[in-house]
Each structure stands twice: as C-alpha cells, then as structure tokens.
C-alpha cells in the first residue's frame, strides 16, 4: 500500500518498489509466515537502493542473506522491463541444467512469461519464438549455433534476449539487442553460469544443476559454502540426477514430466529439500529411474576396448529415458574411457549419447559433430537421429577420437 500510494509520481519507481515489497513477502510466504522463521540456504530479502543507484536509472540492489553465507548482493536480470505488461519468454532445455538455471533466476525474478521447452534434444526451441520489438527473451542451455538463424531474426526484429549457454556457440552476434553469457569449459554449467550472475544467490539449486549435468567434482566445489553433511549432498546429487533422467527422450511421451510441467512443480519451492521431502514428483521419478537403470545395466557393450564403449539399446521408451544417465553412471565408473549408448528410434536411426572420459572431459561434441544432427558439450555430446548405414562409421569413428 506503501509503494502504491507514495510512487505514484514516477511509474518506473512504483513499478520497483512494488516488485520488492512482492518478493519480499514471497520470501516470508516460503517460510511459512511473518515470525521470521528462515529456510536453511533460502534468502531472506531486505530492500536497498543507493542514491547513486537512484540517480543512474540503474535496477534495485537486493541483499541476501542466506544462511550460513555472509551477505550476498545480485543484481536483476538486465533486460528487466520498465513495463510490467511487455511480453516475455523463457526459453530452457527441459532437463535438469535447463530447468534449474530458469527457477534461479525466477526465484530472483518472479515474472509471467510464455514458457518454451522440449525433451533434452530438443534444442531447436528458438523457432517457436513468435516475439515482436520490445519483447524479451531469455535463452538457457540451448546451443547458440543450433539456434543461430531464429536469434538473428528475433534480434533483427528488435526483441531484446538474455542469453545463458555452456554449448558450443559458434561466433556470437554483434548486437545491442543480445546479452551473451557463455562459458563452455568442461566444469561449467548453465545453472553455475546463473549462479555466477546471482552471485550464489540459490546455490543449492546451482549445485543440483551441477549433478545433473555429471560434473560432480565441480558440483562439490560449489557446494562448499553451504556446509553441508554427506546426506544433504547425495539428496542433491539424486535430485540433479532424477530432473536429468526425465529430460530424455524423443518425444514428450517418453517422459515422466514435460519439461515445463516439472518447472512448474519444482517452481513453489525455494529450497530443494523442501521440495525433494514435499512433492511426490521426486518419488515417481526416483521409482522409475531404478527400474530403468536395473534394466539398463543387463545389456552389454557392441564395442568395448581399452579407451572406449558403445552400447546399442532396443527401441523401447525405457532405452531413450535412460539414455543419458546411463552414460553417466558408466563414465563415473570408468573415468579413463568414453562411452556411447545407441539407442534405436522407430525410426530405424539412432538416438546417441556420448561421454568422453572424465579425465579430459573433452572430444564429445567434436566426435558428435561429424555426424548429421550432432553437437553438444566437449564432456557431453549426443547424436538425434543417427543413420543405421552410418552407425559402423560411428563405431570407427568414437575410437579414432578416442585412442
């Protein structure tokens, strides 16, 4: 009431004071009223802006304090809107990096926005995109280079995007509509890249995000502020791998969840033990995960030598869910080998996830590359739709990379 009848004179004041006091109260709404009663690792949120601040036109400054780290500061999402009615998007890649990188910044941002998301391998999302000029877009873990022709179309058009990515990206688009955050070294992910623009803001979130994407030594050096004990860790660790997990397929019905369905479940929740404890989803994502893992291990390798592995799976949902973490788990148990898990499509191709050997974390995504329909990460990388004529191409080709 404050804000509303005090900045009246000045409706981009009204507009930032008001979206404090809301966030403000959301925070106390997620833990559990006024008494002050802080969740462990969830900010609490007091409002200040500087003078200097006030005068530059600049975003509010938010401090943080969440517990047990010292006071934190982050700033709001650039391309924030001085309107409170500008169309937005968020545009995610619907496994677990894609989905934890948009709750931390919505969790900063609460914001309405048409929600554009996939299967993992879907990463096409761009083309979707029907923005007009003064729209904004932001863009998480979807590769650049897949998207290049929509981005220059939508920053042509004059739609401001917001850009989050550890893909390979190709050469960057000179423009003042795009603000690019890339970083594609092999410990990095989109949800750390967040985190970083946050400054830690909703770590743990950063951290499962780590999980999930199988880099585990950088997912335990980022939780090291948190303190926490090795149970709290493996909760994170499960919870990466599960929102991981439900990301693959080759359509939406392999999955347990759409992608934005189990945005929308996790996104009540500012603190991933609260979430893992509260909400069913993780149950029926944990249960289905076992099964298919226990199924998963029973096949053995097509290929198998000193310095890789490929594995052909049948075509059956299980093969394509499993996909990714299977790959996971064997380049976690073999760190000096990569590893590749074919599935078959009814189409009669190929769906390929590869990992190169975790001690280089490199060579993925120029192995996949090659091949029609390939990219990724260089520790990560898979295929879409891989050929039956080229799969022996491919088994030749993963051991010249990896030798």
Known sequence: AVAGNTMTSSTEARNKTLWIVRTFMERIRRQGGADGEVIPWGPTVYPTRTKDAANSGQHPQIDCFPFPSPTLHFSLLPTISKETDVPHFDVFNGDADGICALHQLRLADPRESTLITGAKRDINLLRRVQAQAGD????????????????????DAGVRVDYFDHHFAGEIPDSPNLTATIDTAGDVCTGLLVNRFLKSAFLPWAVTALFGDNLHDAARTAAEPLNLDASQLQQLETLGTLLNYNGYGSKLEDLYFAPDDLYRKIKPYADPFDFIASDKTFEALHNGFESDMNRASSIAPVLET???????????????????????????????????????????????????????????????????????????????????????????????QFR
């Open 136 to 155: 904004t877009v932001t863009v998480l873990d979807i590769s650049l280079d897949k998207n290049r022709d929509d981005l220059g179309r939508l920053l």
């Open 306 to 400: 000193e310095h890789c592995a490929v594995f052909s799976f049948p075509d059956e949902s299980f093969s394509r869910r499993v996909s990714g973490v299977y790959s996971n788990q064997l380049a976690r148990d073999n760190p000096h080998r990569a590893h590749a898990l074919a599935s078959l499509l009814p189409s009669g191709e190929y769906l390929v996830s590869v990992r190169a050997p975790l001690d280089t974390k490199t060579g993925a995504d120029e192995l996949c590359r090659k091949f029609p329909t390939g990219g990724g990460r260089q520790a990560a990388a898979g295929i879409n739709e891989l050929p039956a004529d080229q799969f022996q191409a491919f088994l030749d080709a993963i051991q010249e």
